[in-house]
Each structure stands twice: as structure tokens, then as C-alpha cells.
């Protein structure tokens, strides 16, 4: 079945440092993949997704290409805030299936100081 | 514009009870996931609901039941609870646009089994 694995956690940077979150997936055909985000008390919260084969998705600085000959979407922010301090989720949808079906990684924990 | 709403907030019960916990959908969106997130884990896909039927199912079993009204809200219920329940129930509502569907997460319901 389909499945998704991220990097361990938890992560710590200091302000305005390169964050690089690892995420690869495994699954039949051409899923869409996704990052979300979760803040604490709070829920998830769609970060960006690609939905083809090279696609970049961005959005708030972070950006993830979808890399069909590695299986891989590793998120990347080239300056981190300590307002991204939050749980970051990587998932996919499958073909034929939809975007409210997805399959999640276990979360990687980013915490970034001032 | 209200976001997903679920209520109630927390909720604690005892083994072999039974739960209900509710969600409502952002406006126009007719169809409703959910999910169990356990504790340092990722989500996962408990079922969804679309024109009132259930209409995919993840790998949970028949103690978890739902139901959604005419007015595209939902419900989830989970009889003889396991203290293995105890997880944060996220709802979500999707959109639909251009042949693309995003996932609108709701903040959960976090269930806690004595």
C-alpha cells in the first residue's frame, strides 16, 4: 500500500538558517503530494502540493518539487522564523482516489530559536 | 467566512462507552474525511463521507461508524472504546476546484479513554 517517510525529528535551527525536512513516498502511478502544517493546539493547515512529476509547490518561503525518479518531496525553507516552529506533515493521495484520502508521514518536529 | 468546526473540544471516557463527536464543514463543501491522529503520529485515513454515504474506508474496524446530515455536517462514532482510541479526531471538509481537491482541516477532537 501506499506509504510516506519522513525524516525523524525533532529539528532545531536558529533563526534564518536553511531548513531541508526529507519525505519520500511510496505508491502506485502518480500521486499528489502535500505538506502541511501543524501548529500547536491546533489542526493541520495545507502548506503547498504538487500534483505532477517536477511540479514545484511554494507558499510563506517554503518550497518542495515533486521528483517522480527519486520518490522524493523534501521541503525547503532558506530562511526559517521562529513563527515556523510547528509540526510539518508530508502526504499523498492517490491516483483515482482524492485529496480526502490521504496518507501521512509520522510528522517531523521543527523548533527554530531566536 | 467560518472554517471546520468540530465539537466538542476534549472529551474523557471509560473503556466500553460510546462516543459521538461532530464536525461541520466550510460553506459549499459537501464532503466531509476523517481522521485518527495518535500521538506523535501522523493521521490516518478513517473514512469519508459524501452525499450522505460513506464512500472510501481506511483500515479501521466496524466500532467506528458515521453518518452525515443533508446539511453536509458530519458525525463520528466510536462504540466499546479501547483505551487505544485515545487520539486527536480531525475532520476535514474538501473543496473542489479545476479537478483539483484541497483538504480544509478542522482543529479535532481530542478523545482520552480511562
Known amino acids: 500500500g501506499d506509504s510516506v517517510t519522513q525524516m525523524e525529528g525533532p529539528v532545531t535551527l536558529s533563526e534564518e538558517a536553511f531548513l531541508t525536512i526529507n519525505c519520500t513516498y511510496t505508491?502506485?502511478?502518480?500521486?499528489?503530494l502535500f505538506w502541511y502544517v501543524q501548529y500547536p493546539g491546533e489542526g493541520l493547515q495545507l502548506l503547498l502540493k504538487?500534483?505532477?512529476?517536477?511540479d514545484k509547490g511554494s507558499n510563506k518561503g517554503f518550497e518542495a518539487t515533486y521528483r517522480k525518479e527519486t520518490t522524493s518531496f523534501h521541503l525547503e525553507k532558506g530562511s526559517v522564523q521562529v513563527s515556523d516552529s510547528a509540526v510539518y506533515f508530508c502526504a499523498l493521495s492517490g491516483l483515482n482516489t482524492n485529496a480526502g484520502k490521504s496518507t501521512f508521514g509520522d510528522g517531523t518536529t521543527l523548533t527554530v530559536k531566536p | 467566512d467560518a472554517g471546520v468546526t468540530q465539537s466538542p473540544t476534549h472529551l474523557i471516557k471509560t473503556r466500553g462507552q460510546q462516543v459521538t463527536l461532530r464536525c461541520s464543514p466550510k460553506?459549499?463543501?459537501?464532503?466531509v474525511s476523517w481522521y485518527q491522529q495518535a500521538l506523535g503520529q501522523g493521521p490516518q485515513f478513517i473514512f469519508q463521507?459524501?452525499?450522505?454515504?460513506?464512500?472510501q474506508r481506511g483500515n479501521f474496524p466496524d466500532r467506528f461508524s458515521g453518518h452525515q446530515f443533508p446539511n453536509y455536517s458530519s458525525e463520528l462514532n466510536v462504540n466499546a472504546l479501547l483505551l487505544g482510541d485515545s487520539a486527536l479526531y480531525l475532520c476535514?471538509?474538501?473543496?473542489?476546484?479545476?479537478?483539483?481537491?484541497?483538504?480544509?482541516f478542522g482543529p479535532g477532537t481530542r478523545l482520552l479513554v480511562l
Open positions: 476535514a471538509s474538501i473543496k473542489r476546484l479545476a479537478g483539483e481537491e484541497t483538504q480544509y
Open positions: 504538487a500534483t505532477k512529476a517536477d
Open positions: 463521507y459524501y452525499e450522505e454515504e460513506e464512500r
Open positions: 460553506s459549499g463543501h459537501d464532503t
Open positions: 505508491a502506485t502511478g502518480y500521486p499528489s
